[in-house]
């Protein structure tokens, strides 16, 4: 996807694969079809909206869309923006995002909008971890403790690496761990983040915790760019796309996949 | 001419506390948020009857934006309380992201809005707040002149699907429309009719309009005022009909003039029928700390600007 359209976001997308495939496959209780209320089902909600090309990916694959719409991504008159939209109505989205910081705070919202419905069904969300650096995110995360939230398990994606180089060099954040469970979180932390097992477990885990008071996140230690050699141990690949040779050598590693989508 | 009676001065923002109780006891999906000004939104009532169906945010209007957002998903239809300024300005990209872009059916509920908010000074004046919302795609923007109106255009967006910006102010102003009115978003009023000036006003300003048509008509002067409450979408039928018979309009509103009702008016008319005009609101400046009277006085935003506009624009036909 990213290759055909020379542009996009390759790292992080492939460092969250697997958090994908396990929530949409393993972990989400959905029902047939899309409707944007998403009652009685679970919903998901994708902070860092740059990693749209692994959400596409899912989405399709779970039956949402087409999987051959892949190939509009970024190209024009396409339901697939760069960054998710609900704007040109596109199954499985419920709220645009790329302007970072804000997922959490609609994930709260519509956890909360759960529990006036009475909806005993969770609501998950993805951010990013240089995007903890947003002060947004610390607002929604003193409010959902506080609030008591617990419907709610946050998933964030710790790589490690934003645009200008590591986090710890761009903006230290010093102990995330440390920083959730100081604003009343339940913490939960992934040291594989790019093994669907463990991820599964960890999920499983978080999803039994719910419903006690607190919300829970869950810090997944990934790979930005996990499966492809050149893409890994380097924040290169945050926005970048792979020319013809290196498509074919990405490809070559990961034979599984269904080609460039 | 038609004569408007003040049965009461009020404040706007008790129109919307009153519109959001009534919206408690009748729309079980109405819900309410608010950034730690709940006396000040007159929130209480709405609060007391719903406990459940309130949200207090604290002083985090970013995060109440989103959250309003996501309470949507589920069928809510949630109304958020602050200033204006922390309705706007503050927390743009969090509107235009996630719930104008997103189609979220937000009723965002602004108080304390232009220089009537008195003493407070001008970091919580804010004068550009309906350039900002006017400008996203699909927002529409609401400035009801009296506290009977804003009650009935509170109760009137939640039957309305999509995202509202609702704009009202502190100081007690004339209560003159019926307490009865139905309210319908993007149709213009005719209070008052005439033949030689059409004053288009909207918010605080339509009360100082109908005054000025009655020195007006005093001194000769004929002039048609149009209660323009929904500045998006605008009622560009009622506005070109009057200048049709007018040939010259004033527009008024307690906002800066780069941004506001009268360049969406303008821009009506330039491509329909140019049309001298002349501009009641701040000229491309803060506001300031003084009584609601004394700014509106200072920064020509009462009847006695608007005479003296429409004589002026009068010259130019």
Redesign the interface.
Known sequence: MVHKVNSGHPGGSLGCAEFFVSLYNEIMELKEGFD????NED?F?LSNGHISPVFYSVLARRGYFPVEELNTFRLIDSRLQGHP???EGLPGI??????L??????????????K??K?SHMVYALMGDGELQE??NW??I??AA??KVDNLIATVDLNGKQIDGSTDKVLPMGSVEGKFKAFGWEVLTVEEGNDLTAIGNALREAKSMSGNGKPICILLKTEMGNGVDFMMHTHAWHGKAPNDEQLESALAQNPETLGDY | MKEYINQGSQDTRSGFGAGLTELGRTNPNVVALCADLIGSLKMDQFIEENPDRFFQIGIAEANMMGIAAGLTIGGKIPFTGTFANFSTGRVYDQIRQSIAYSGKNVKICASHAGVTLGEDGATHQILEDIGLMKMLPGMVVINPCDFNQTKAATMAIADYDGPVYLRFGRPKVANFTPADQSFEIGKGLLLQEGSDVTIVATGHLVWEALEAAKTLNEKGISAEVINIHTIKPLDNDIILKSVAKTGAIVTAEEHNFLGGLGESVARVLAENTPTPQEFIATKDTFGESGTPAQLMDKYGLNAKAIVAASEKIIQRK
């Open positions: 944007m209320d998403g009652i919903v909600f939209t609900t704007h419920r709220i645009a995002s790329g302007s910081g804000q997922g959490l705070s609609v994930a709260i919202g519509a956890a909360q909008a759960k006036l419905n909806d002060g947004q607002e929604a003193m409010y506080a609030k």
